[in-house]
């Protein structure tokens, strides 16, 4: 009964591709996130949806796109991948007025060649 | 400048030990305090936050946080190997838009 769960755990993919990466909940959190985790382990926010609107969208390349079907899952595309994506996202979700408390899921390590 | 630093450690103490880890921050607009735990290749769960200045303690776990000098502090008592992991302090005001700010991490090894 996985809190937060991300497909899949690593991708490995070529320069120029189109990738996405797909995020569930089953807390009955109302706001999700994607952060990025760089090599030094620096962890930055991305975005965050509260019930499928868009509430923080970070300096972020427009190559990557979020998309929110419903409250529970929240799916990240990223087009034309560059070498500096590589990295480990992680999804997070949390009540509205919690957001001081977020639960992270595994993350996706994407390495790009 | 960051808004938060964190030393990246390594951070190496025996079983047993008391460690200290500390962040400091520049945004006095920050009033949750946050200290997660990420084992290698796991995502971060949080250990504890604390609202606005004082102390919380949680079993062995202790969060400090002192507004006038923009510090705070995880003490671990009683160390033991599974507390080794890398420690990531967070930060955010009230009414921020649901954004953390993350320090860099402590990476913690505690041996036997």
């Known amino acids: 009964d996985t809190a937060v769960s991300q497909t899949p755990k690593y991708l490995v993919t070529q320069m120029g591709n189109d990738k996405s990466i797909k995020c569930e909940q089953n807390?009955?959190?109302?706001?999700m996130y994607w952060y990025k985790q760089d090599s030094k382990k620096f962890l930055k926010i991305m975005f965050s949806?509260?019930?499928?609107?868009?509430?923080i969208n970070e300096t972020v390349p427009n190559r990557f796109s979020p998309k929110s079907p419903d409250k529970a899952h929240l799916n990240l595309h990223i087009n034309s991948l560059e070498l500096g994506d590589s990295a480990v996202y992680f999804c997070?979700?949390?009540?509205?007025?919690?957001?001081?408390?977020?639960?992270f899921g595994p993350g996706t390590r994407l390495t790009v060649l | 400048q960051k808004e938060v630093e964190q030393d990246p450690g390594p951070l190496s103490v025996p079983e047993g030990a008391i460690v200290s880890l500390n962040c400091t921050y520049s945004?006095?607009?920050?009033?949750?305090f946050m200290w997660y735990r990420q084992y290698s290749r796991k995502g971060p769960e949080l250990l504890m936050y604390?609202?606005?200045?004082g102390n919380k303690e949680d079993g062995r776990f202790t969060a400090q946080v002192d507004k006038s000098s923009k510090y705070i502090s995880l003490f671990i008592r009683d160390s033991q190997p599974s507390d080794s992991a890398t420690y990531l302090c967070?930060?955010?005001?009230?009414?921020?838009?649901?954004?953390?700010?993350f320090g860099t991490g402590t990476q913690l090894k505690v041996e036997l």
């Open positions: 997070a979700s949390s009540q509205v007025d919690r957001y001081n408390e977020q639960f």
């Open positions: 807390l009955g959190h109302d706001t």
């Open positions: 949806y509260n019930n499928k609107e868009l509430i």
């Open positions: 945004n006095s607009a920050f009033q949750y």
């Open positions: 604390t609202y606005s200045s």
């Open positions: 967070a930060m955010a005001p009230t009414g921020g838009g649901n954004k953390l700010t």
